[in-house]
């Protein structure tokens, strides 16, 4: 386990990389965290909770525990003060800030005529504002730092399609995918790319405890996906094997998107 941790490693893809992961605690943002310190990132876990949805575990505990480079800051990420603590924190300790995956986020499902304005700006100040500050952020320093970057923008099936019982859901995601292409004409210049994943149903908390997903839609690949499925895709975003890859909307929906 140690050597998988190895950040000396010459093989690592992210080596000598710093990456701030909002929702980095639980599910997806759990395994990106965990991939991304394995191929030798230093990981900033930027979630309102420290432990796990699923298990009650520390993903930073986790990493540490096996040599990998990782800490925790206790962030909302509708506050935007919040969000800057979160990245003066990276700064503090890792120096630089090269890959920011604004992940966090939640889901409603509820017929639009009963969908309350409490919840719409609930679920819109998650998805919508929290990755909109999350990619201000990373710009301002990225740009600063001269030295370009990788944001990754968490965004869903739903950013594309439209599903009954998830308006507000199919709102903010659309919000996030299209924020991506706008953000990746304007930062492609400083070096930056901006790119989102947009996964089908994937089994975590949100999934199963949340709403029950599990099962329910028609997957040509004929199952739902896993967190370490999307955490791959990230991998791919974050690193070097993605250095012409800007604007894109990166699918792991096993193939629902393609019917
Ligand atoms: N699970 C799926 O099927 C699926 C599919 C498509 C897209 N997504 C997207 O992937 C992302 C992660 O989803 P997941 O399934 O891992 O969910 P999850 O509920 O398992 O984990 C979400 C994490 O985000 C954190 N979070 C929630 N509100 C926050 C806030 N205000 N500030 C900071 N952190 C906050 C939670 O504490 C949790 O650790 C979300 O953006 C979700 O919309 C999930």
Redesign the pocket.
């Known amino acids: 386990m140690k050597e998988f941790y190895d950040r000396s490693s010459q093989n690592k893809k992210l080596k000598d990389k710093t990456a701030i992961i909002?929702?980095?605690?639980?599910?997806?943002?759990?395994s990106i965290s965990k991939l991304f310190a394995s191929e030798g990132a230093s990981v900033l876990v930027?979630?309102?909770?420290e432990k796990?949805?699923?298990d009650n575990i520390s993903v930073v505990d986790e990493i540490t525990g096996s040599g990998g480079s990782a800490r925790y800051v206790q962030?909302?990420?509708?506050s935007l003060s919040?969000l800057e603590d979160a990245f003066q924190e990276a700064l503090n300790y890792y120096k630089k800030i090269d890959i920011v995956v604004n992940?966090?986020?939640?889901?409603l499902m509820k017929p639009i005529t009963e969908v309350t304005e409490e919840e719409y700006n609930w679920l819109m100040?998650?998805?919508v504002k929290?990755v909109y500050f999350g990619v201000k952020l990373a710009a301002k320093y990225m740009i600063k730092q001269k030295t370009g970057g990788s944001i990754i923008n968490?965004?869903?099936?739903?950013g594309l399609l439209g599903f009954s019982g998830a308006t507000t859901?199919c709102t903010s995601?659309g919000a996030v995918t299209n924020l991506t292409r706008a953000a990746a004409v304007e930062l492609g210049p400083h070096g930056i790319r901006v790119n989102c994943?947009?996964?089908?149903?994937?089994?975590?908390?949100?999934?199963t405890k949340?709403v029950n997903?599990v099962g329910k839609l028609e997957v040509p690949i004929g199952r739902?996906?896993n967190?370490n499925e999307?955490a791959s895709a990230a991998l791919f975003l974050a690193s070097d094997q993605s250095s012409y890859v800007n604007g894109h909307t990166l699918l792991v929906d096993g193939g629902y998107a393609a019917q």
């Open positions: 909002t929702g980095g605690s639980s599910g997806i943002g759990r930027a979630d309102i909770r796990a949805r699923e962030t909302d990420v509708t919040d992940n966090a986020g939640v889901l100040d998650i998805n929290g968490m965004s869903s099936v739903a859901y995601k994943i947009n996964p089908g149903v994937i089994k975590t908390a949100m999934t949340d997903m739902d996906g967190t999307v």
